[in-house]
């Protein structure tokens, strides 16, 4: 559960970053933001119809450690970001990852715990995802305080990857 509330706190950490990143840095316009977030969550549904196939292929844990170590892409794209081209990669790229890590972080967790147990587990992994959320949220506009907007980016986008590798360890 460790593993999974660094996680969870490192992956939050942007998002209250984002739409100050879309406007300040990128200047780009709701319609443009609407596009990117429709891409994404296409990309979510595209990946989750054959998250199946993966994992039948490598395994719960696999699909679990790649798409926590990606996850990391979406704000290091964003980052090198000057417009909509990479902005629009960046929703498709992240979608995809995100369609793959959605599916790992539970089914991996489930296959870890004791069958008898797993609504305990699930409760647990409840609390912590909220706390990381909390703690993540916090985390990043009080980081952004010290380091430029766009820097954020790359900052949490190698925290995002360094905490999808304690899955490596513990996951």
Known sequence: MLSYLVFYSCQYAPVPLFPIFYVDQLSLSDGMIGIATALFHSMVMLMSLGLNRVVALKGHRFTLITGAVAFGLYPLILYFSKGIPLFFLASVVGGLVWGMLGGGLINRLM??????????????????????????????PLLAQWVDVRDMMLVTGILRSLAGMLFLIWG
């Open 111 to 140: 296959e870890r715990v004791p069958e008898d147990e797993r609504p305990s587990y699930l409760a647990v992994h409840n609390l912590v995802l909220n706390i990381g959320i909390l703690l993540g949220s916090l985390l990043g």
